[in-house]
């Protein structure tokens, strides 16, 4: 049997990595769009931030090797044809396969696209971004930056920047960043504390409407409330796009069984694929790193054993790379908001038939892997949510619920 991949991305490396280990001894060839061995995205900000290139390849950078995989490297896929079961790569050939599996993420969405063409404007999405910026930040001397979107990956980039000594300015067009990950309050919080404990000049309501440039290298910005802000460096970071023109011709992603299954023969993981969540059953893009390994495993399980299935993603975040305090969150912000702050730590749980739909925490990370045994189990949490969300000792509280007397 031969297996193709489109994408050497976490999924597609997870699923091979299934696949030898559980004895699979067929084909494996593997398509990539950039030149590396499979990487962790999660981590590329650490290697802006300055840790050293080799700690991205999470796998290994003998994987094609270890796993005995041809890779056609910076070549992309270019057009799947499921009828014949080949697909068509850029350099114009072609590759039969049995199975394909179809993991190739998703690119940046860029506001203006023209702009990466003037120096010092990028994208912060693949590793191929961040060796670029990196380079430039070294060859130019760069110490200040804007990042233009205040999203989860906008926030990575700002403060992986941040702590790689830049001055940096964070411009979001909402009223709070992170705004997909916290309902109003939450995010207002965690700006505060970001502004607060980085002091990173954030700039909220508000978009990069121009950039200005002098021989094709970027100078300054100027934002639509009027703002103008000097500098050699901006970061694009305001959403993504799935990848799943090369099979089905559109962005919207693609929908897959709960077997991973796109089509008979061609497997979806990752952030290209749509899912159902596990608890609500909405159908949508769960794009973080569990999720992507889950679907990797239940598409190699059931194509080498022809059993099992997902079980539905989950929508969890967790913000903490270069900060002391986390933003941690799950679920749905509807229904019966229960709050609890003290000094930095702020949380709040959504219930709904006195069950968890939704949580924020901010400041100590503690209680959230407790939140959400009860928000997965959907137990009723009614009685004692409020003294789940307001003990400020964690041991203390796992004992007393366990039966142990608190000291
Ligand atoms: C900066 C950043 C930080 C992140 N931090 C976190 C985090 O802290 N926690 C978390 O859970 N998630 C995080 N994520 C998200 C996480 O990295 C993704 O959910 C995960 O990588 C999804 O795996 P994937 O294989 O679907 O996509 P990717 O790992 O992005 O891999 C997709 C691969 O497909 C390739 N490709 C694209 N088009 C083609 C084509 N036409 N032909 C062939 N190959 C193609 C790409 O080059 C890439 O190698 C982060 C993402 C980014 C960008």
Same mark, same amino acid.
């Given at each position: ?23 699979? #001894? ?27 290139? &080799?700690? =991205? *390849?999470?796998? +290994?950078? &003998? *994987?094609?090797?270890?796993?005995? $995989? ?20 850029? @350099? ?5 396969? #049995? ?42 001397? $760069? !110490?200040?930056?804007? =990042?233009?979107?205040?999203? *989860?990956?906008? $926030? ?18 909402? /009223? ?6 916290? &309902? ?36 300054? =910005? ?40 796109? @089509? ?6 990752? #952030?290209?694929?749509? /899912? ?34 997902? +079980? ?11 900060? @002391? ?13 229960? /709050?609890?702050?003290? &000094? ?7 219930? $709904? ?25 959907? !137990?009723? =949490? @009614? ?11 964690? #041991? ?12």
């Amino acid at each position: 049997m031969k297996i193709v991949t489109a994408g050497t991305g976490m999924a597609a490396a997870e699923f091979v990595e299934q696949l030898r280990l559980e004895g699979f #001894d067929g084909e494996i060839v593997m398509y990539g769009d950039e030149d590396y061995p499979p990487y962790s995205p999660c981590v590329i900000p650490f290697f802006l931030a300055g840790e050293p290139l &080799d700690t =991205v *390849f999470w796998k +290994g950078k &003998d *994987f094609y090797e270890k796993y005995r $995989v041809t890779a056609r490297l910076g070549e992309p896929v270019m057009e799947v044809d499921p009828e014949r079961r080949i697909i068509h790569a850029a @350099d114009g050939k072609s590759e039969s396969y #049995d199975h394909l599996f179809f993991a190739t993420g998703s690119h940046s969405r860029y506001p203006r696209p023209e702009w990466l063409a003037t120096h010092g404007v990028f994208g912060f999405k693949n590793l191929t971004d961040m060796v670029a910026i990196d380079r430039y930040i070294t060859e130019q001397h $760069v !110490t200040s930056a804007v =990042v233009f979107g205040g999203g *989860f990956i906008g $926030v990575d980039a700002a403060l992986a920047l941040k702590a790689r000594g830049l001055h940096v300015s964070l411009v979001h067009r909402n /009223t709070r960043l992170l705004s997909q990950m916290t &309902d109003e309050e939450g995010g207002q919080f965690a700006t505060g504390r970001l502004a607060e404990k980085t002091g990173m000049d954030i700039r909220l309501l508000t978009t990069v409407e121009k950039i200005s440039h002098t021989n094709g290298q970027l100078t300054s =910005v100027r934002l639509s409330n009027g703002q103008e802000i000097t500098t050699p460096l901006l970061i694009l970071s305001v959403g993504v796009t799935p990848n799943s023109a090369p099979l089905w011709g559109d962005d919207q992603g693609v929908i897959v069984n709960e077997q991973m299954l796109a @089509d008979p023969c061609i497997y979806t993981a990752g #952030d290209v694929a749509v /899912t159902r969540h596990a608890v609500n059953g909405e159908p949508g893009i769960y794009a973080n790193y569990p999720n992507a390994m889950r679907q990797a495993r239940s598409a190699a399980r059931h194509l080498l054993h022809g059993d099992g299935s997902y +079980g539905g993603s989950y929508n969890t975040t967790v913000l903490r790379k270069h900060i @002391d305090f986390p933003v941690i969150s799950a679920g749905s912000f509807t229904g019966e908001a229960v /709050t609890w702050q003290r &000094d930095n730590v702020w949380r709040r749980v959504y219930l $709904v038939d006195g069950m968890i739909n939704g949580y924020i925490v901010i400041g100590d990370a503690r209680i959230s892997g407790y939140l959400y045994q009860h928000y997965l189990a959907r !137990t009723r =949490v @009614d009685g004692i949510i409020r003294k789940i969300i307001s003990a400020p000792r964690h #041991d203390g509280y796992y004992r007393e619920m366990l039966g142990f007397a608190s000291s």
